[in-house]
């Protein structure tokens, strides 16, 4: 908690310097598949060996399961997918025909059965599964409506296509549930901002694949992995959200920290 702690405040003025991060509209072009290994008991299964495939990749993705069983596969294209588990003791387990849209974080779970690592129990995924990892109200247009209907050469033609969205002429552009764009600020692809060094602080720099910054409220947050560096101090966790008035920072899971103490 010490550490959290003394992190949030130096956070306080992280907002200062943001570089090699591009503002501007949220669209996505990719989802996650992420999940938490189990055996029949409920116990976490680490080192798992897990792969993802699928015809929107040109060769399959793999990875170990952490200490906690669980895996995230990031930066997916859009497509059906087939995740397979396999781990020494157990049956191989493998769900199939998993359908990730722009901006979803499916969860696939798996619970593993005792056995040969030759036979497989192969489940197909349901034609639903709900992105309970985040709040975001997102839409996917599929291509049948893009050709079909009257459109700009500008995808912001598209906008409003999504449930509460319309455009906002006096500031030439376009208003989310009654918020406008103005209000939300989006940073993408290898966003790395800096707290450059002050009295007694060392450079501090927060990395993640995308920050939602709302100017109005003080609050900078995202849902994604994010890594936290200051001076000899690393932590890594999964979410953040800070709070620029009253100096709190909350990371949301998945915390992990490590202190590497100065050679003399």
């Known amino acids: 908690m010490k550490l959290v702690s003394k992190i949030g405040v130096y956070l306080g003025v992280f907002l200062l310097v943001l570089t090699l991060a591009n503002p501007g509209f949220a669209q996505e072009t990719t989802g996650t598949i992420q999940g938490t290994v189990k055996d029949a008991t409920g116990a976490v299964v680490p080192k798992a060996a897990v792969e993802i495939s699928g015809p929107s990749l040109i060769t399959p993705r793999t990875m170990d399961t952490d200490e906690a069983g669980f895996y995230r596969f990031t930066l997916l294209p859009t497509g059906v997918y087939a995740v397979t588990v ?7 387990a493998k769900r199939t025909t ?13 619970g593993l059965e005792v056995g040969a690592v030759a036979a497989t129990v192969e489940v197909q995924a349901t034609p639903e599964i709900v992105d309970t990892t985040s709040s975001k109200a997102g839409v996917n247009i599929s291509d049948v409506v893009i050709n079909n209907i009257p459109k700009g050469r500008s995808f912001t033609s598209m906008i409003v296509l999504a449930p509460g969205a319309r455009p906002e002429p006096l500031q030439a552009g376009f208003q989310i549930d009654g918020a406008s764009e103005g209000e939300n600020v ?23 694949s ?6 109005d409220d003080n609050i900078a947050k995202t849902d994604q992995p994010v890594t936290i560096t200051d001076a000899n101090i690393v932590v890594d966790a999964i979410g953040l959200e800070l709070n620029n008035e009253t100096r709190i920072l909350k990371l949301h899971s998945r915390v992990r920290g490590t202190y590497e103490q100065k050679k003399k």
């Open 86 to 92: 396999t781990t020494t003791g157990f049956r191989q």
């Open 98 to 110: 998993i359908k990730l849209e722009v901006g979803r974080t499916l969860p696939i779970d798996f």
């Open 186 to 208: 989006y940073f993408k692809n290898n966003v790395r901002v800096v707290r450059a060094p002050y009295d007694d602080k060392s450079e501090l720099v927060v990395q993640t």
């Open 210 to 215: 995308y920050l939602h910054i709302i100017p």
